[in-house]
C-alpha cells in the first residue's frame, strides 16, 4: 500500500491509498479533475499526462520509447517529470510520492 498526493487540474490537493500493482491511471480516472485516459491505458493518447516531483521522478526509472515519444509531442511536456500514468504500477517504493495533473491539451 502507498499514500500518493496529487494536485489536480484546478489546483486542489488529493490523498490516495493505491495497493500495490495498482495502474495510477485508473486511480486518476476517478478523481474530479484527474485524467480522461481517453485510450484506457494503451499508451496511444497522452490524456494522462503527469508531473512527477524530481524526487520520485527517479524511482520510477526510465520512460519506454513509445511513452516517451507521445510525451515529447505534448505542449506541456516537462523533461525528467513528464510521465504517463498508465505506464505507472504501484510499488511501497513510491509511498509518499507527489505528483501534477498535467494541462489539458
Ligand atoms: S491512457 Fe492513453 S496514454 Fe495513458
Redesign the pocket.
Known sequence: MATIYVTDREGNEHVLQMENGANL?EQLREIDGG???????????????VFIEAEWSAKLGEARDD?LE?LEDTECFAGGRSR????IKMTDELDGMRLTVAPEE
Open positions: 491511471m485524467v480522461e485516459a481517453l485510450c484506457g491505458g494503451m499508451c496511444s493518447c497522452a490524456t494522462c499526462h511513452e507521445l504517463l500514468a498508465c505506464q
